[in-house]
C-alpha cells in the first residue's frame, strides 16, 4: 500500500473533520493510526478496506449506515 484514501459515505463531513472528501495521504501505520483517532474523536463512524494500491477509510457520522443490509 502507498497511499490511505478518505471517502465520506454519505454527506460531506469535511466541515466537521476538517479534511476533505477524497483526500490522499501517504501511507504509514502512524498516519493511519492518527487519522483513525482523528475521525473516532469527531463521532464519526470507520469503515476500512485495505487494496493493494490503497488503504481507504469511509467516513460517516453516527448514523448507523455501515451496518448489515
Known amino acids: 500500500m502507498k497511499k490511505i484514501k478518505i471517502h465520506y459515505w454519505y454527506s460531506d463531513l469535511s466541515e466537521l473533520t476538517g479534511i476533505k472528501h477524497k483526500a490522499e495521504f501517504n501511507y504509514?501505520?502512524?498516519?493511519?493510526?492518527?487519522?483513525?483517532?482523528?475521525?473516532?474523536?469527531?463521532?464519526?463512524?470507520?469503515?476500512i478496506r485495505k487494496f493493494d494500491h490503497a488503504l481507504m477509510i469511509f467516513i460517516d457520522n453516527a448514523g448507523g449506515s455501515f451496518r448489515q443490509r
Do not use: Q, V, Y
Open 28 to 47: 504509514s501505520k502512524e498516519k493511519r493510526n492518527k487519522l483513525i483517532d482523528h475521525f473516532l474523536d469527531c463521532s464519526c463512524e470507520i469503515m
